[in-house]
């Protein structure tokens, strides 16, 4: 015959953890201790790591490179010299002219053309010697060695944006971007700054990060003499 008494007494029990509350203060310490160790370190994964916030790392962001240059022009005093200076737009100055990424500047240049004879056909060269073929030794100066003049008073705008895909935002510099940023030297000096504020003052209409070459050179600690 069944007991329904302890039957009920089994299926209603349950089991507990009993506490002991341990007065050693050795214990106590290195108890204590650990918990701080813990805590910290949650504080710091949190606050430090920004462990709240969901990230992604950034894609690779897109720079593009654009030469301006100055209103007036000057006459530098390298260009009394032996060397004489030569006065040329942007675009013949900047390569790529696209600038997209990287931008080489010409500040010394040398001009040469080539004249292939009459009815050359540059697809069908026969021979090494043909003289079809592009020969640096039978070209025809057009410019000798120049400066370029008033190089260091040309400006360079810098345009840069990044943009994550799975968070689906971006930062860009410009007037209406979130990007402020310096140009500082090798110890970390700024050489110039920029935010909204003095984007406005360089230029209102201007979509980027503005500078002078002269400014670039002394970042780099570079001269041109």
């Not at 462990?51 to 654009?66: H, M, N, Q, S």
């Not at 010409?106 to 009815?119: E, I, Q, S």
Request: hydrophobic letters at 40%; aromatic letters at 12%.
């Amino acid at each position: 015959m069944v007991d329904i008494k302890n039957f009920f007494k089994e299926a209603l029990s349950y089991e507990t953890f009993k506490i002991v509350k341990v007065r050693d203060m050795r214990l106590g310490a290195l108890y204590r201790s650990f918990q701080l160790a813990i805590f910290v370190y949650i504080i710091y994964t949190i606050i430090h790591n920004e462990g709240y916030l969901k990230k992604e790392l950034p894609v690779p962001g897109a720079v593009r490179i654009t030469l301006q240059a100055p209103k007036t022009f000057d006459t530098p005093y390298y260009c009394n010299g032996a060397v004489p200076c030569v006065y040329w737009g942007a675009n013949d100055i900047q390569y790529p002219n696209d600038g997209a990424g990287v931008a080489f500047f010409a500040t010394r240049v040398k001009v040469n053309r080539f004249d292939p004879p009459a009815n050359c056909s540059f697809l069908t060269p026969s021979t090494p010697d043909d003289p079809c073929i592009f020969n640096p030794n039978k070209t025809i100066p057009v410019v000798n060695i120049s400066y370029i003049a008033d190089i260091e008073n040309y400006t360079l705008m810098v345009e840069h944006s990044i943009r994550a895909s799975l968070l689906e935002h971006g930062l860009r510099n410009g007037i209406h971007g979130s990007m402020d940023g310096a140009l500082v030297n090798f110890n970390d000096d700024p050489i110039k700054s920029w935010n909204n504020d003095t984007r406005l003052n360089d230029d209102p209409n201007a979509d980027g990060d503005i500078m002078t070459v002269q400014q670039l050179l002394t970042a780099a600690s570079a001269n041109l003499d």
